[in-house]
Nanobody, 115 residues
Framework: QVQLVESGGDLVQPGGSLRLSCAASGSIFRPSAMGWYRQAPGKQRELVATIFSGGTTNYINSVKGRFTISRDNAKSTVYLRMNSLKPEDTAVYYC?????????WGQGTQVTVSS
């Protein structure tokens, strides 16, 4: 069974930066994609960024140039570096991992961007 533990969410001022981490543990065999979704109050969950096993990355348009996703396969950890944060980035951020045809979710970490 795979478990994901997220950390790094916080309250930050507009223009600030945060780095989210998501560490995976358990039976992980040939992980394919890892990534991050977010859900703001009253809105649907949206895919923010994905990184595939070969290193290819995808981002939604609203975060391109500001967010960077990376992974450390040795540590089974995925990161999301977020720069130039805006109030509209406020949301609960969830990481996920796809392995063996199964998607596992993290518990979520709150990011609040406010002055």
């Amino acid at each position: 069974q795979v478990q994901l533990v997220e950390s790094g969410g916080d309250l930050v001022q507009p223009g600030g930066s945060l780095r989210l981490s998501c560490a995976a543990s358990g039976s992980i065999f040939r992980p394919s994609a890892m990534g991050w979704y977010r859900q703001a109050p009253g809105k649907q969950r949206e895919l923010v960024a994905t990184i595939f096993s070969g290193g290819t990355t995808n981002y939604i348009n609203s975060v391109k140039g500001r967010f960077t996703i990376s992974r450390d396969n040795a540590k089974s950890t995925v990161y999301l570096r977020m720069n130039s944060l805006k109030p509209e980035d406020t949301a609960v951020y969830y990481c996920y991992l796809d392995t063996n045809g199964v998607r596992t979710w993290g518990q979520g970490t709150q990011v609040t961007v406010s002055s």
